[in-house]
């Protein structure tokens, strides 16, 4: 009797656990990551443009229009989505067709 009982609370308390991790990925998971403003210092500092036609090409000569963020390695995306998180933004969004110093192409 005794051992019934406590079995009953061991599996309730699991299942109770369980449960309650379930709900937990389950929130994190719908959590979408902030796309990363134009402003952010370190979009700033590495010239992010959300359209890579805006990009200062005078300032990033190594720019070129064939590079987007859909096509570099960092793009934690497919390069059909039109937004994915960026490694170099602590994978804040990034917009597909933006652009960053950080461009390397995707292998
Ligand atoms: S590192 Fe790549 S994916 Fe990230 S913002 Fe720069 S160009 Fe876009």
Not at 27 to 35: D, F, K, L, R, V
Not at 74 to 86: E, M
Not at 89 to 106: D, I, L, M, Q
């Amino acid at each position: 009797m005794k051992n019934t009982r406590r079995t009953f609370f061991i599996q309730a308390l699991s299942s109770a656990g369980a449960l309650s991790a379930f709900a937990l990925a389950k929130s994190i998971n719908a959590q979408t990551p902030e796309m990363v403003a134009e402003t952010d210092p370190t979009a700033v500092a590495l010239g992010y443009k959300a359209d890579a036609s805006k990009v200062d090409k005078q300032k990033y000569p190594n720019y070129s229009a064939a590079q987007s963020c859909s096509g570099c390695a960092l793009f934690q995306g497919k390069a059909s989505d039109a937004a994915a998180s960026c490694a170099a933004f602590g994978n804040k969004r990034v917009a597909g067709k933006g652009w960053c110093s950080a461009w390397t192409k995707k292998t």
